[in-house]
């Protein structure tokens, strides 16, 4: 039992009823979050509340409710069917009703969805429009304005439903933290998506945006016999280019986040350029997270990307959990406790020139170092070129494998400094990662690289080339008390990348969009 100045006289009732040591009296809280992540579903038989503002939290909560008639949210609980309504008060009824939900687990699952999805409706950014329609009408009114044919404040306001491609999954948080900042403002993501005609002749009474990510794997043909790919690629992506064209006409809104114009792994082909000029005619709104991408967007797709928004790339602060111990990973790894350790991580393409780091690691002029490369290879030639360093240089380990997100944190935290190799001056999710976890981190001098690491306030910058990078791992290496203060400033740097304020933002051009 959460709430209440005074519990002693329930807390004596409970006694009586012989159920006190199963019932804790909480009292007032600051941080009744924390009960609600704990708790199965929420109880309210109020016999008096013209609003019950909980109701809402714990259905944002995702918690089934269970509540009395008389409650003034309950219309918006029994509506959106996001628990059960009770006329009857009574002991008995009530407890017959608990009994019931809690033996169907899977309708409380339908009931938590359905209030996520209700109070979406209900954040305090839909408040504020409609109060702020209100305010308008009553001016217009009292000033003797004809009111607009279209009147904000006269339509529900209603959550958007959003598509992603490609769909949401894997282990980058990247989409998952954008949608679920995204959901208290008005947008729901929508699962299953696909560019198929099929699926949006089905969903499109159901979805309103259509957001793309990576847009490759939707005109590259990437299985097969060799011999066949570029044919097949070529009309997979005149196909694409048509399923676009279906989405325009069948009323969708296109969104388009450039991480990168072409993809990155290769130099871009005529079938890349094709692609990302058709996708970005089709796009009603294209973001990017940086103004060389933005800049490189405009010059390569023309016209269509002028009216481009850049919105920063969120950070990920308090995504992943802490670990084990830095000694017990270090112990796993083989790496000295002594040894200042460099880290490179993620997935180890031949773009992020991995190459060029053992190089640089190898002459480097200092005593008692360390390198962990740790990722998921995608070419054979870099795992064979990881391989002959690995067994030239004793202090290089090598752990090529995926990294689940419960190993994150305790890799980064037995590590010192992250090396960052990529040199193109593209936006970099794995760059933005390091900072957030409290390492500096030793980058190419790029626009978007320097940014994010403060003009080497955070960390080190190299020119790509292999006598640069060295300098910067002899440098990070000499000083560790330097490099432990530009770790402790890249955490508070990224700290400021909300996001909230990325929510914010582009739920601002997603609303534009759907609203013209």
């Known amino acids: 039992v959460v709430g209440g100045s005074d519990p002693s006289c329930h807390r004596r009732q409970a006694e009586q009823l012989g159920v ?3 019932v804790h009296f909480v009292g007032r809280t600051d941080h009744p979050e924390r009960y ?32 009395s008639a008389v409650a003034g949210a309950a219309g918006v609980v029994r509506s959106h069917g996001a628990g059960i309504v009770l006329d009857d008060l009574t002991p008995t009824v009530l407890r017959a009703e608990l009994r019931t939900l809690l033996a169907a687990p899977e309708r409380m699952t339908r009931h938590a969805a359905a209030g996520r999805h209700a109070a979406a409706e209900y954040s305090v950014e839909s408040n504020a429009r409609a109060t702020l329609a209100t305010y308008e009408r009553v001016l217009r009114e009292k000033r003797g304005v004809r009111p607009a044919l279209r009147n904000v404040a006269a339509s529900p306001i209603r959550t958007r439903r959003i598509a992603t491609l ?4 894997g282990m980058n948080p990247y989409q998952r933290l954008l949608y679920e900042h995204l959901r208290p403002l008005g947008f729901e993501l929508v699962s299953g998506a696909r560019l198929q005609v099929s699926w ?14 990576w847009p490759q794997a939707l005109y ?23 399923r676009l064209r279906a989405a325009r006409w069948l009323g969708y809104r296109l969104v388009w986040t450039i991480h990168q114009v072409y993809p990155h792994d290769r130099a871009p082909s005529l079938r890349d350029r094709l692609a990302a000029r058709s996708l970005a005619r089709a796009a009603d709104v294209l973001i990017a997270h940086d103004e060389t ?18 919105i920063p790339h969120g950070s990920y602060v308090g995504t992943y959990p802490p670990g084990r111990s830095r000694r017990d990973v270090r112990r796993e790894l083989g790496v000295p406790d002594s040894a200042f350790t460099f880290l490179v991580f993620g997935e180890l393409r031949a773009h992020k020139e991995v190459t060029r780091v053992l190089e640089a690691f190898r002459t480097a002029r ?4 360390a390198l962990v490369i740790a990722g998921m290879p995608k070419d054979a030639d870099t795992i064979s070129a990881l391989e002959r360093y690995a067994s030239e240089d004793a202090r290089v380990r090598l752990k090529l494998e995926f990294v689940h997100p419960e190993h994150v944190a305790e890799l980064f935290a037995a590590c010192d400094a992250v090396v960052a190799p990529r040199t193109d001056g593209g936006t970099s999710g794995s760059l933005i990662l390091g900072p957030s976890l409290g390492l500096p981190t030793i980058a190419a001098n790029r626009p978007v690289y320097a940014e994010v690491i403060a003009d080497g306030e955070c960390g080190w910058l190299f020119e790509p080339n292999v006598l640069s990078l060295r300098a910067a791992i002899e440098e990070a290496a000499a000083d560790p008390a330097a490099a432990k203060a530009k770790g402790i400033a890249a955490l508070d740097l ?12 582009t739920a601002a051009l997603l609303a534009a969009s759907v609203d013209v």
């Open 20 to 22: 006190g040591p199963r």
């Open 200 to 213: 949006l002749w089905a969903a499109r009474p159901d979805v309103d945006l259509i957001h793309i990510h």
């Open 494 to 505: 990224m700290a400021k990348r909300s996001w909230d304020d990325v929510a914010r933002r």
């Open 166 to 169: 490609p769909r949401l999954g």
């Open 220 to 242: 590259t043909y990437p299985n097969g016999p060799r011999l066949i790919r570029p044919a097949m690629s070529w009309l997979k992506l005149a196909t694409f280019v048509l």
């Open 366 to 369: 200092a005593h008692d170092l």
């Open 36 to 67: 609600f992540h704990d708790a199965d579903l929420l109880v309210l038989p109020t016999k008096n509340d013209p609003w019950a503002n909980v109701l809402l939290e714990a259905m944002a909560a995702g918690l089934p409710i269970v509540t």
């Open 293 to 310: 991408t933005a800049e490189s967007s405009r010059r390569e797709l023309g016209t269509s990307a002028s009216g481009i928004a850049v």
